[in-house]
């Protein structure tokens, strides 16, 4: 079974610019989440998809930040445009819908944004 | 509010002995609380979790966790630390009052084991 994989890998940018960063989960799983790791600190909650719904977007920065899921397969999260404070590493992660393996997150690898 | 911390930003272990990573949360209803661990240029992996039941945990690799209710706390143990237990661990907790699948993760110990 593949893992959850995210694209690209790493990204460097310059403020202002646009960043796309994708992120396929595991084939059947539906609830899909998006993370963010600043600086070494905790991770933080973005936004949780449910198929191609969005269940809880409440850790959203700012209307910078964009999510997308058309179709219930992989989803893609948009800066634009990129500030500084962007800068960090963006986890995506995917479970099952039910039963007792739907507490278990399978994260990706992760995508190293740097604003520059 | 939701909130989990990790007193301690590393912990350091000799090979053999055994280790303690430790999680406090603060969460209004019930909590589901979850160990994961990150290696380098992996993505977080999971390790146990506590849903309900006994408040012993047992996961992957040999780690277990207790869940302690009046002290809020799930500390990571080990019975005898191996090298390759060197990683990065993260505890996550969910509120299970709020029926959502917001997962709040703490800020990460980094175990370093010493052969």
């Known amino acids: 079974e593949a893992g959850v994989t995210q694209f690209p890998s790493h990204s460097v940018i310059e403020k202002g610019q646009t960043v796309t960063l994708r992120c396929d989960p595991i084939?059947?799983?539906?609830?899909l989440y998006w993370y963010r790791r600043v600086m070494g600190k905790e991770i933080k909650f973005l936004l949780h998809?449910?198929?191609?719904?969005?269940?809880?977007e409440s850790g959203m920065p700012n209307n910078r930040f964009l999510a997308e899921r058309t179709g219930g397969t992989y989803s893609t999260l948009k800066v634009q445009p990129a500030e500084l404070e962007d800068s960090g590493v963006y986890f995506c992660?995917?479970?099952?819908?039910?039963?007792?393996?739907?507490?278990?997150?399978?994260f990706g690898p992760g995508t190293r944004l740097t604003v520059t | 509010a939701q909130s989990v911390a990790q007193p301690e930003d590393q912990v350091n272990v000799a090979e053999g002995n055994p280790l303690t990573v430790k999680c406090t949360y603060s969460?209004?209803?019930?909590?589901?609380l979850f160990w994961y661990v990150q290696y380098p240029n992996r993505g977080l992996q999971f390790l146990l979790k506590?849903?309900?039941?006994?408040?012993l945990v047992k996961g992957s690799y040999g780690f277990e966790a207790e869940f302690n209710k009046s002290q809020t706390s799930f500390h990571l143990k080990k019975p005898s630390a191996l090298v390759s237990d060197s990683a990065l661990y993260f505890c996550?907790?969910?509120?299970?009052?709020?029926?959502?699948?917001?997962?709040?993760f703490g800020a990460g110990t980094r175990l370093f084991v010493k052969a």
């Open positions: 506590y849903i309900t039941g006994d408040n």
């Open positions: 996550a907790v969910r509120d299970s009052n709020t029926g959502g699948f917001k997962t709040i």
């Open positions: 998809f449910v198929k191609e719904s969005k269940q809880d």
């Open positions: 084939s059947g799983h539906d609830n």
């Open positions: 969460v209004s209803g019930n909590p589901y």
């Open positions: 992660a995917s479970s099952h819908i039910s039963g007792t393996e739907k507490y278990e997150q399978y």
